[in-house]
């Protein structure tokens, strides 16, 4: 059948749009066929368009193989980068009909390095089809991506056993790798798994049955997509409108969002969560007015009938079946920055239109694609798995990923690049999560700062070792009880002989050592304390962290700039010299890095101002906020 036109009539195009749709992906290990099983695919059904068959053509008797089969793989690979190296790079979408279905296809890349490609693919597909080159079997990325399929919700795979033309077409060779993937994918806990030996190149079981494989009497690859029925998916019957967006004109507010589960009309009794506020629907519109009822995956915009607090990111539930609201859970994920995973850091969770602060507090294991094995870990390195205890600044309302995608997963951004680092699913929500809850005090910060005469804050130091900050922290700790403030030093040194007497100077423990400091500086300026902080405080991430615990105005970032040609002339202690020699690892620059402040509100450049000079510089500062 040819391709449909833009030009199609009426009548068609209704019976297009009534059509079947089937999401799927290809995947699987780099050079296993994908794009060419797919440009393979749409050529032998003729669903080209001539413009592409002629590119096929032309490109054919360039590289002078007039004889040669086309090079299926350039109906895909679009970027000049995948065809010079001959991979797939980016995830390549491609829309095509039968008269039976329509399908939306994402051709993944197989190479590791792009395994966040495939996972954002595999994010909104039904199927997976599976490729297993029949000379190497299953490898690493082969079941790296059936564990992403798995965790991501695919339950049915075609395992595409392809270049069975190179083993001769050997059934004993097909039966093994089969019984293998069939093995991996229960480990992985992928419900159904079929396999059909082919060959893209050649077009063997592609569309057509091959002589040359009469020993196998399954379906084709065309044949199995145009009929497979996707598994039901596991979704909430009752109402789930998360709200995208609040819409306002003219003295009309209404709710815009997509519905992810069951259905909304006027007068339905909902529930605002994670606010817990109950209401009824009074209107239901789409893009051209007022309807009676909108299921599921139509987007819509409602109101209710009352006036009631309602944002972007809040969750319009059905009141007789709400789900859960929670701020701690346990997920899964699947880490895709290039800096690793350390628990404690901070990063902004992006899901169903809301945003909140998260914290990964323990990785509870890792998991080894190869085996399913549980390992220990402290942290996660690029495309690793693990399974890990997500704390958020704020109750979202949640469900578990199994019921639902929208509202159990969840991506991860890094809070300094804005890149994506993870997807991740919800599995439950902690206990402690429902169980402790903020116990109201009648003395407030407010009443204890009163009785000091003084406004609380957190003065952090951060610079290189050697640079100075204890010595002049100390410095503007006596002028300020001198003057009769209320005050506390937090010492870097004097903290690890106690508070972090545990901890090391991996990343993963540096992470650790800020998060708790922070915290306890901020219950001592609740005590009405001017707390003084000084650490080396590394990295920018953690110092926002710690920022982000006080109000406006309450936080004070000292930058003690110190060359570290200077720091390491003073090393008071001997460390640079040590870590020189090798004696000493991850010291912070030698061969751990400091990230200078940006924006510090006093930024001291060390070059032979007497100490308490600079301590009244800092006191000064305080004085006139």
Known sequence: MAAERDNADAPDLIAYEQRDLLRFITCGSVDDGKSTLLGRLLYDADLLNDDERAVLEAERRRAGRAHDEPDFSLLLDGLDEERQQGITIDVAYRFFTTPTRKFIV??????????RNMATGASTAQVALMLVDAR?????????????????GIRQVLLA?????????????????ERECRELAAAVGIEQATAIPLSALRGDNVVKRSPRMAWYQGPTLLE??????????????????PVQWVSRADGFRGFAGTVAAGSVAPGDEVVVLPSGVHSRIERVLDGAGDIERAGRGDAVTVTTRDEIDISRGDVLAAASSPPEVADQFAVHLLWMGDKPLLPGRPYTLQRAGSRAL???TAIKHRVDVDTQEHMAATRLEVNEVGYANLSLDQPIAFEPYARSHVLGGFLLIDRQS???VACGTIDFALRRASNIHWQALDVDRAARAAAKQQRPRCVWFTGLSGAGKSTIANALERQLHARGMHTYLLDGDNVRHGLNRDLGFTP???????????EVARLMTDAGLIVLVSFISPYRSERRMARELFGEGD???VFVDAPLELCEQRDPKGLYAKARAGELSNFTGIDSPYEPPLEPELHLEVNGEPVDALARRIAQWIDDQ
Request: contains cysteine.
């Open 508 to 518: 993963e423990d540096r992470v650790e050592n800020i998060r708790r400091v922070a």
């Open 106 to 115: 994402a051709d993944c890349p197989g190479h590791p390095q792009y395994t």
């Open 418 to 420: 804005n890149a994506t």
């Open 358 to 360: 998260a914290q990964v």
């Open 555 to 557: 936080f004070v970032e």
């Open 224 to 241: 199995w997509l145009t009929t497979v029925q996707p598994l039901p998916a596991h979704a909430e019957p009752a109402l789930r409108l």
């Open 161 to 177: 056993v392809n270049k069975m033309d190179l083993v001769d077409c050997d059934a004993a060779v097909f039966e093994r790798i």
């Open 136 to 152: 190497k079997g299953v490898l690493t990325q082969t079941r790296r991506h059936s564990y992403i399929c798995a965790l991501l």
